[in-house]
T-cell receptor, first 119, second 112 residues
Framework: AQKITQTQPGMFVQEKEAVTLDCTYD???????LFWYKQPSSGEMIFLIYQGSYDQQNATEGRYSLNFQKARKSANLVISASQLGDSAMYFCAMREANAGGTSYGKLTFGQGTILTVHP | KAGVTQTPRYLIKTRGQQVTLSCSPISGHRSVSWYQQTPGQGLQFLFEYFSETQRNKGNFPGRFSGRQFSNSRSEMNVSTLELGDSALYLC???????????FGQGTRLTVV
């Protein structure tokens, strides 16, 4: 079973509009972290936002916010006021703690969503 | 503060050769992870090092190996290259195990 599912291969949005990129995850580990990364055509993975499984509030970072619905196992990224420079591939990723409760670094990624912002 | 630096940025190798990729983490970061990105398989975890020790390993053949030096710099080596090893190899550094991971720009390897 896929641990991270991004069901939108591509999304289009008008400049200055908000857009939501979907991400659902699957884990039986009570302690985990969810990440969103942006990958422009240059290839670099740019960290956007992080949500811990025990965090009570949804994470926000500037124009990025994470709509965390734990019971539904979803962690959607909301980008407000889209800009042309937001056009890129976006990846949702999860880090699970190991059995001993120590979180190692392995990230499991979804297949990504290509976002295109139109002027 | 300098980001994660990967060298070289681009590499072309012939089948059967071996290759070594380098990653210099952000100053003060002690954890380095490696990922392979291909159009077909997406992003896949290769291995993670912390304090010169491999802490976690992905499902890759033994041709893929890595190491970390005392200054936290890491190298990964792929021996007996195959066409399917053509990929973008990304390195990520973290302050500690489980902390936020910051990625480099990657090394694009082409095997011909």
């Amino acid at each position: 079973a896929q641990k991270i599912t991004q069901t939108q291969p591509g999304m289009f949005v008008q400049e200055k509009e908000a857009v939501t990129l979907d991400c659902t995850y699957d884990t039986s580990d009570p302690s985990y972290g969810l990440f969103w990364y942006k990958q422009p055509s240059s290839g670099e993975m740019i960290f956007l936002i992080y949500q811990g499984s025990y965090d009570q509030q949804n994470a926000t970072e500037g124009r990025y916010s994470l709509n965390f619905q734990k019971a539904r196992k979803s962690a959607n990224l909301v980008i407000s006021a889209s800009q042309l420079g937001d056009s890129a591939m976006y990846f949702c990723a999860m880090r699970e703690a190991n059995a001993g409760g120590t979180s190692y670094g392995k990230l499991t990624f979804g297949q990504g969503t290509i976002l295109t912002v139109h002027p | 503060k300098a980001g994660v630096t990967q060298t070289p940025r681009y590499l072309i190798k012939t089948r059967g050769q071996q290759v070594t990729l380098s990653c210099s983490p952000i100053s003060g970061h002690r954890s380095v992870s490696w990922y392979q990105q291909t159009p077909g398989q997406g992003l896949q975890f290769l291995f993670e090092y912390f304090s010169e020790t491999q802490r976690n390993k992905g499902n890759f053949p033994g041709r893929f190996s890595g190491r970390q030096f005392s200054n936290s710099r890491s190298e990964m080596n792929v021996s007996t290259l195959e066409l399917g090893d053509s990929a973008l190899y990304l390195c990520a550094s973290s302050f500690s195990l489980g902390a936020e991971a910051f990625f480099g720009q990657g090394t694009r390897l082409t095997v011909v």
